[in-house]
């Protein structure tokens, strides 16, 4: 069973940047599946974040692209999101998933992360 | 940006019901690859039925996708108690991949 699992920081800063991974468990970060990130502000619905291949290609949402930068590292079997001048906006439940490669279909998902902006 | 629009926003029945739950996509979807999630409070999303109606793994067969074009629907047959939970449509064919806004599904 593919088993994702967030970590990072439950609270950041207005202005600065947000960093989170998510470390894929029984399953090779090296196989031929797009790794994404989707957030749920409080209360909210669904906000498709972005997605990377483990050759380093990234798809991102236009409305964060300019903010997102998200990295692989196949060694660790983790992936990585950074989201820069975080506001207010940015406090949401932040959820890894395995996206299909040639689809934006999510099929496994992280338990999801809060993460608060507040000085 | 394709808007998916989900009605109604709250569905109240009762155990042994059937829902249909809709979702409307503002323009049509690529290779109809709709997905419906269901979100239990406290917990991630779960990957019911898609494209639009293959149903995941481990998902029962109460659960059944279907339509085209720029309509479809969720249908849940002989609700249990633990089906009511809020359910999301996704598009992910054309990038970026959205979600509707849920319908809350509540036991009446």
């Known amino acids: 069973q593919v088993q994702l699992q967030e970590s990072g920081p439950g609270l950041v800063r207005p202005s600065e940047t947000l960093s989170l991974t998510c470390t894929v468990s029984n399953f090779s970060i090296s196989s031929n599946f797009f790794w994404g990130w989707v957030r749920q502000p409080p209360g909210k619905g669904l906000e498709w974040i972005g997605s990377?291949?483990?050759?380093?290609?990234?798809y991102s949402n236009p409305s964060l692209k300019s903010r997102v930068v998200m990295s692989v590292d196949t060694s660790k079997n983790h992936f990585s999101l950074s989201l820069s001048s975080v506001t207010a906006a940015d406090t949401a439940l932040y959820y890894c998933a395995r996206r299909h490669y040639a689809s934006g279909l999510l099929d496994y998902w992280g338990r999801g992360l809060l993460v608060t902006v507040s000085s | 940006e394709i808007v998916m629009t989900q009605s109604p926003g709250t569905l109240s029945l009762s155990p042994g019901e059937t829902a249909t739950l809709s979702c409307r996509a503002s323009q049509a979807i690529s290779s109809n690859y709709v997905a419906w999630y269901q979100q239990r409070p406290g917990q991630a999303p779960r990957l019911l039925v898609y494209?639009?109606?293959s149903r995941a793994t481990g998902i029962p067969d109460r659960f059944s996708g279907s339509g085209s074009g720029t309509d479809f629907t969720l249908t849940i047959s002989r609700l249990e108690p633990e089906d009511f939970a809020v359910f999301y449509c996704?598009?992910?064919?054309?990038?970026?991949?959205?979600f509707g806004q849920g319908t809350k599904l509540e036991i009446k």
């Open positions: 996704q598009q992910y064919g054309s990038s970026p991949y959205t």
């Open positions: 494209g639009p109606s």
């Open positions: 990377i291949f483990h050759f380093g290609t990234t």
